[in-house]
């Protein structure tokens, strides 16, 4: 069953950290660029950071730079968000996406369920 789950999301004083983690399962992540989503109560759905699949560069929205980190871990096939200095304004649902147009041109494109985090004192 090919899914992406995310997990570490949780209720978090400003000023503190978590660290999300995004579990593939089904096919190989390393294979895909990933990029992190955040969507508010309210807001539309923005995108926080991104890995690429060819070299493992990375992006992040300017609203995070400096305190956000993503990274792989291919032998658990999972990408992470570290997240530190968490401000109240970070609270949002954070998604998961894989994508990846094999060299036939098909595109796969994966989603998570999301985990909630909170930043609040």
């Known amino acids: 069953q090919v899914q992406l789950v995310e997990s570490g999301g949780g209720l978090v004083q400003p000023g503190g950290s978590l660290r999300l983690s995004c579990v593939a399962s089904g096919f190989t992540l390393d294979y895909y660029n990933v990029g992190w989503f955040r969507q508010a109560p309210g807001k539309e759905r923005e995108g926080v950071s991104c890995?690429?699949?060819?070299?493992?560069?990375?992006d992040y929205a300017d609203s995070v730079k400096g305190r956000f980190a993503i990274s792989r871990d291919n032998a658990k096939n999972t990408v992470y968000l570290e997240m530190n200095s968490l401000k109240p304004e970070d609270t949002a649902v954070y998604y998961c996406?894989?994508?990846?147009?094999?060299?036939?041109?098909?595109?796969?494109?994966?989603w998570g369920q999301g985990t909630q985090v909170t930043v609040s004192s």
């Open positions: 890995i690429s699949n060819s070299d493992d560069s990375t």
């Open positions: 996406n894989a994508n990846w147009v094999d060299p036939w041109g098909t595109p796969s494109d994966y």
